[in-house]
């Protein structure tokens, strides 16, 4: 299995003079270098190179091989560690660590420390649950004010199965470096063997590197780059989580390596290696997902076609390529190359490119998004058809800001020079963004959708609208109940495959600009299906969803789509069927119905006992709450004469939205059918005799049944009124003169309570029992005090059932009754004569009532009675009192001024 060995990168200062983008073979002094495969390498310093281990002819090496730059020297002695090929051996704040490796029977799991100014190793633990592997990929990552740390990806275990993990090596509370597992929320098909690992970038605790490269499990002819991205969390670096997305390459041609070098330069990754043409160099660019292919100058001394070396890179020196597999013989090389790159390499975009360097003389390619030597080889009209000298004439294509937003399709076209691409049959079919271009595409690559700016003559082309992806929603729908501690399916899928990835928010309605990230980094995403679970501190919310899409060229967010928004709270649901009325027979079809808003996740409705709703007797699972109705055959193992309910309750979390009325389920043969009064009577009075008659079915002879009367103004809500015949005797009829007091909608129910059985009438509109009474003296109504001796006519007009009356007066101090006559007549006068025997003087209202002590009864008064030639006060209140007391101070005072003159005449003295 062909892969990689040890990566050490570092940023490649420019160079000046003579010789750049040239091979040369390094010439060695003395025959001290071995040559192997596999081979781990750094550089402590600008003159020195130490290469250990490696393998040849399957024997495998622990020595140290310190290679002089300046003096072409090699120095070869013995380490303490086991021998072993294809470890890692990187320089992590002034440590060198050593990590895993293989032998001929064996991976290894161990970490050495070395010393560089001792030249010793020691052991310093393992990787994580002691995982073995060899051919793995590492990168240093640089946080400006944490410092370095480690990244060990992929690689394999002895037998050659990839290992998928992803290690972060990072300093712990105390000042030792110590590995921990990353976990990786996605895991897409790209190489984990054979790869190289590139730092690209940090912002805070977020960091990003590049994969590139690579043995293809799937030998696809697609060659597949990644972005791995790392969130680290410094407290607690166990829980540092990390993200892989897949980068495009374009245009479509980049070649397949493994094993190779990959040195970094500004935003851009130079390669070389583990391929068969050893002429070929390819320089991606990180920002504009672009390469291109160069070859080095003609003077160039060119190494054979190499994989499993060791490589360098050197500031101000160049890259050394140490020994490795020669692919032409199929055997190890003992040579040492090195390679000068272009010194413009390192300037990322066109501003800082074309500008003015001293002693440089740079030129920006657009074709190839490279900034190169202006007088070098590669800047000819063959391999540039858009040479760009002086920044004022650069296009830029992407925003200026700290942010990775990139310009809107509207923008870009307004934009002179950039167009928008957004085309899943471009080259290579998974970018789009704002390009650098002209009329007819991108510089670089190929865009069949290419929106530019526009052209009056051409109405037809292409426009930023109709290029614009959309989407639609299956979940949630508009305004849809989600339970709180439910989860919801957020479902969605594009109109036409889209590229690039998702971030998916959720979004408060009362706060839209707050948005809370639930997932990021989704790819493969025209039909997207996720789960949301929501808990209590969701209740209440009016939510939405949204989608940001993000362009993999540039990581800038392009498009923004919105869900229908939903409700998070408990929903309103009502069973209508069954209720107390509804007729249920075993072995028959019953529809249970239900009302309920716009709560539609699935459901399951069981059957209890009434007295125990902990164990279901039968479960209907998965229906569609919006249904509505579900059409139940009652099963035959369910008892008859027993009181069950149903209970609606939430598939995925049984929580209980409804519960039904209790019910009593039949036997399926018998039944009771009123016959009279029939449906053509629509209403009756008070007073009204009304003939009950029904017949019965399946029931054995001798059998009682009630006759009840129920309130039905309410349907759903039936209230029982009065009993008009108990169950003492069997009948199969029963007359009734109505005598309900209020007036209302009812229904009459026939019922046997052995069986569990009942009938009811249709609905008949009853206007209720009334009585009406009136006092008069002398055909007048009586508005003046009554005396003893008086009479006194109370007159009553009655509506319902026949009774008699008594009548009674009321005192209304004492509220305590006289009766004046008892079992009077249903309608008619009596005359009263007022008798001092039986009422004292004083107020009364006068009564009158059913003599069966019903409710129905009028009252009138009060009424003022006294004996003759006492003085009667009426009731007028306080205004008639104090009038009273007025007339006695006047004669009071009328009386006074008599006696007193009186007695001045007498006496002859006038009073002073």
């Not at 190179?49 to 090699?74: C, E, M």
């Amino acid at each position: 299995m062909i892969c990689t060995i040890a990566l050490v990168l570092s940023s490649f200062s420019i160079l000046k003079g003579d010789g750049e983008n040239v091979w040369t073979e390094v010439s060695i002094s003395d025959d001290n270098f071995i040559a192997h495969a596999g081979t781990s390498v750094i550089s402590p310093d600008d003159e020195k190179i130490l290469v250990f281990g490696g393998h040849k002819n399957d024997q495998h090496s622990n020595s140290i091989r310190v290679f002089d730059t300046k003096a072409k020297t090699i120095i070869s002695s013995e380490a303490s560690v086991t021998a072993r090929s294809y470890a890692s051996w990187d320089i992590l704040e002034g440590t060198a660590y050593l990590i895993g490796g293989k032998d001929a029977s064996t991976a290894f799991a161990d970490i050495y420390e070395y010393d560089i100014s001792s030249k010793k190793f020691s052991q310093k633990g393992s990787l994580p649950s002691s995982t073995k592997i060899c051919k793995h990929a590492t990168a240093i990552g640089r946080d400006a004010t944490k410092g370095e740390f480690l990244v060990i990806y992929g690689g394999e275990n002895h037998a050659g199965t990839p290992s998928k993990s992803v290690f972060l090596f990072i300093k712990d509370s105390g000042s030792s470096f110590q590995p921990f597992k990353i976990t990786i929320e996605n895991k897409p098909n790209i190489p984990y063997d054979g790869c190289s690992l590139t730092f690209w970038k940090s912002n805070e605790n977020v960091h990003y590197f590049v994969i590139t490269g690579g043995t293809d499990k799937t030998k696809s002819e697609k060659v597949v780059f990644g972005l791995l991205k790392i969130t680290i969390n410094r407290s607690t670096p166990s829980l540092s989580s990390g993200v892989i997305t897949p980068l495009p390459i374009r245009p479509v041609g980049i070649a397949q390596r493994t094993g190779h070098l990959s040195v970094k330069f500004g935003s851009h990754i130079l390669f070389w290696g583990g391929c068969t043409d050893s002429s070929l160099f390819e320089m991606y660019s990180i920002e504009d997902k672009s390469y291109h292919s160069f070859q080095p100058l003609k003077s160039s001394i060119l190494p054979p076609p190499l994989r499993e070396f060791g490589f360098v890179s050197i500031p101000n020196d160049g890259i050394y390529v140490i020994s490795g597999f020669d692919l032409s013989t199929n055997q190890v090389s003992n040579k040492i190359y090195k390679y000068k790159p272009d010194p413009c390499y390192s300037f990322k975009d066109c501003g800082t490119c074309a500008g003015t360097h001293s002693n440089l003389q740079c030129a920006w390619c657009a074709s190839k998004h490279t900034c190169l030597l202006f007088n070098s080889q590669e800047l000819s009209t063959e391999t540039c058809d858009h040479l760009i000298r002086g920044s004022q004439s650069c296009v830029t294509c992407r925003a200026e800001t700290e942010t990775e937003s990139s310009l809107s399709c509207s923008e870009c076209i307004s934009t002179q020079g950039c167009g928008w691409c957004q085309d899943t049959h471009s080259s290579p079919g998974d970018y789009f963004g704002c390009f650098h271009g002209h009329g007819s595409g991108p510089y670089v690559g190929s865009c069949k959708q290419w929106v530019y700016k526009k052209d009056p003559l051409n109405p037809h082309a292409l426009t930023c609208e109709s290029v614009k992806p959309t989407v639609s929603f299956s979940y949630p729908k508009q305004d849809q109940i989600v339970i709180p501690t439910e989860s919801l399916a957020i479902q969605w899928e594009f109109d036409h495959d889209v590229v690039g990835f998702f971030n998916l928010y959720e979004v408060d309605l009362e706060n839209p600009s707050k948005r809370n990230l639930i997932k990021d980094s989704i790819t493969a995403a025209q039909v997207g299906n996720y789960m949301i679970n929501f808990d209590e501190s969701k209740n209440g919310k009016n939510l939405r969803y949204e989608l940001d899409l993000f362009s993999i060229y540039d990581g800038s967010v392009a498009y923004t789509f919105k869900s229908p928004s939903f409700y998070v709270k408990t929903p309103q649901i009502s069973f209508t069927h069954p209720v107390k009325t509804d007729r249920v027979s075993k072995n028959k079809p019953f529809t249970v119905v239900w009302k309920t808003d716009k709560y539609i996740n699935p459901i399951l409705l069981g059957v209890y006992y009434s007295t125990d709703t902990t164990n279901a007797l039968q479960l209907e699972t998965n229906l569609e709450l919006q249904d509505g109705q579900f059409s139940w055959t009652i099963p035959s193992h369910l008892k008859a004469n027993k009181e069950y309910i149903i209970i609606m309750r939430s598939l995925d979390t049984g929580i209980a939205l409804a519960y039904s009325d209790h019910f009593t389920l039949r036997n399926d043969d018998s039944d009771i059918v009123i016959t009279s009064p029939p449906e053509s009577v629509l209403a009756l009075v008070g007073g009204q005799e009304c003939l009950i008659k029904w017949k019965v079915d399946g029931i054995s002879t001798g059998t009682k049944q009630g006759v009840h009367l129920y309130n039905a103004n309410n349907p759903d809500n039936l209230i029982l009124v009065k009993v008009l015949s108990d169950e003492v005797e069997p009948l199969t009829e029963v007359k009734w003169i109505v005598d309900v007091v209020e007036s209302a909608k009812y229904i009459i129910r026939v019922e046997d309570s052995d069986n569990f059985v009942h009938s009811d009438s249709h609905p008949i509109n009853i206007e209720g029992t009334t009585l009406q009474a009136s006092l008069t003296k002398n055909n007048k109504i009586v508005n003046t005090p009554i005396v003893f001796g008086e009479t006194i006519d109370i007159t009553w007009t009655y509506k319902g059932q026949p009774a008699d009356f008594d009548i009674w007066a009321i005192n209304e101090t004492s509220k305590l009754g006289k009766s004046i006559v008892r079992a009077a007549s249903k309608d008619g006068t009596f005359k009263w004569l007022v008798n001092d025997t039986f009422v004292n003087s004083g107020a009364y209202t006068i009564q009158i009532e059913r003599a069966d002590a019903t409710t129905i009864q009028t009252s009138m008064g009060p009424l003022r009675l006294a004996a003759p030639g006492s003085i009667v006060v009426r009731s007028y209140g306080s205004f008639a009192a104090l009038l009273v007391l007025a007339t006695f101070l006047v004669v009071g005072f009328i009386v006074f001024y008599c006696i007193y003159f009186k007695s001045y005449s007498i006496g002859g003295v006038k009073p002073m």
